[in-house]
């Protein structure tokens, strides 16, 4: 078959005639009762089982992906690569040639069966991919085309190819990992801020993983609304790099006391903290907390290679503390704030067209192992984040840029 009749302009002009065609044939026939001279025969170009890539490649028909196998909250047990067939998008679907995925902390409590219970395994692994548009179906040829460059937040990311439907997706101007570091962990400190921060100029903002994926975006988010930022971090690097965020504070914890330098530095105590940690960080958070202070609960980063997934926190007086501030602690789950989500990516995606925003990625160059480039590492890229190396968003290349061999 011509490749060009596979492209998918010409499929929606296809699926159109067909329709019309479908539905006319009867209805004029029957009511004319005139017969057509021969009509051209309709060809079933059978659009979502057809598809070419922009580059005029052909789609392998098998792929590799990750699937959870084995609920576990280490990675390594609970996932496997497994070969698969390519999957065909449906009628609303893009299919993605993933170019970068996303490493989430989280991807070991979907991997543990902590997001969703009645989630058994295999399931799909991965939240957020970047790439092109290889194939689709044809109500989605209403908006995409093959060669688009889509990013998404969805579950199955960690595949060579991934089905997405098409309303989910969104476009972007590039295949660039920055984009990809706003789909989840810009978003989410986006719109924690926003929503639940309150900022006010001149409050004053603790961010505890300060440096890392969703970290960097609350400590630009908090300086933007002109507060004064502290985040903590575990290098002199990531120090370096929060400083060069504007961060007014960066905490090296461990070269110095957290607490201490919390309770010296800031005896009024803090407005905000945006906490991401769990344990007794979050016991140092509350404790530093000022009056009418708002403490956001992000995650529990510490716990979540543990059993349970929780860390140890001893909250017994923790009522008391919040009513003698009368401070208040907070819930954030991306997902419960679809509503915000469009607005938060379009007014970040503006910020960092026109310089305002710095989407730190940490492809693992200085990871042991180098450069995290295919689909398995990111087993290797989960182990860098969690020994607590990355700087910025970890990013693990799926495929390098499609070379073309359209003949087109
Ligand atoms: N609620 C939501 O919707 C939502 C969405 C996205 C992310 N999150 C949460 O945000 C937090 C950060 O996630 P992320 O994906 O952006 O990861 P990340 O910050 O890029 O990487 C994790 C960082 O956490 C720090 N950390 C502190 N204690 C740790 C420990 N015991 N084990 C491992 N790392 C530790 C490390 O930085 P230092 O070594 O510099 O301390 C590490 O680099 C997580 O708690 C995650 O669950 C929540």
Same mark, same amino acid.
């Given at each position: 078959m011509s490749s060009l009749l596979l492209r998918p302009r010409l499929l929606t002009r296809g699926g159109r005639a067909l329709s019309l065609l479908g539905g006319g044939r009867g209805a004029s026939d029957s009511l004319s009762g005139v017969h057509p001279v021969a009509r051209r025969s309709i060809i079933d170009l059978s659009y979502s089982a057809h598809f070419m890539d922009f580059a005029g490649s052909s789609i392998p028909s098998s792929m590799s992906k990750l699937v959870v196998t084995k609920l576990s909250p280490d990675f390594r047990e609970a996932v496997c690569v497994q070969s698969v067939a390519v999957p065909t998008p449906g009628d609303a679907e893009l299919l993605v040639r993933n170019r970068f995925v996303g490493i989430n902390a989280s991807d070991i409590n979907y991997s543990a069966g902590r997001y969703d219970p009645s989630l058994k395994p295999p399931f799909d692994a991965g939240f957020e991919g970047i790439g092109e548009v290889v194939g689709l179906g044809l109500s989605a040829s209403s908006r995409y085309t093959v060669g688009d460059n889509v990013a998404y937040f969805r579950s199955g990311a960690f595949a060579e190819y991934t089905v997405v439907p098409a309303k989910e997706c969104v476009p972007v101007p590039a295949v660039k990992p920055e984009f990809l570091t706003l789909l989840v962990s810009g978003a989410t400190a986006y719109i924690a801020m926003k929503r639940l921060g309150d900022l006010a100029e001149g409050e004053t903002v603790l961010v505890t993983a300060a440096a890392g994926g969703t970290g960097q975006f609350a400590v630009q988010f908090a300086k933007q609304a002109g507060c004064h930022v502290i985040g903590t971090c575990s290098s002199n690097e990531k120090a370096g790099f929060l400083k060069s965020l504007g961060c007014n504070r960066p905490i090296n914890y461990t070269t110095e006391d957290l607490a201490k330098t919390l309770r010296k530095e %800031? *005896?009024?105590?803090?407005?905000v903290v945006y906490e991401s940690v769990g344990g007794s960080v979050l016991e140092v958070a509350v404790n530093t907390l000022a009056n009418k202070g708002r403490l956001i609960v &992000?995650?529990? &980063? @510490?716990? %979540?290679?543990? *059993? @349970?997934?929780i860390p140890q926190f001893r909250g017994g007086t923790l009522p008391v503390k919040l009513l003698q501030k009368s401070a208040s602690m907070r819930g954030f789950f991306l997902p419960h704030f679809y509503s915000d989500y469009r607005e938060a990516l379009s007014s970040m995606m503006q910020m960092f067209a026109t310089g305002k925003l710095v989407c730190e990625v940490d492809y693992?160059?200085?990871?042991e192992g180098g450069r995290?480039?295919?689909?398995? @590492?990111v087993f290797r890229a989960m182990d860098y984040m969690y020994s607590g190396k990355n700087l910025g968003k970890v990013v693990v290349e799926v495929a390098p840029p499609a070379v073309s061999n359209s003949k087109l």
């Open positions: %800031y *005896p009024k105590g803090v407005n &992000i995650g529990f &980063i @510490s716990g %979540y290679q543990t *059993p @349970s997934g693992g160059d200085q990871a995290f480039v295919g689909l398995e @590492s």
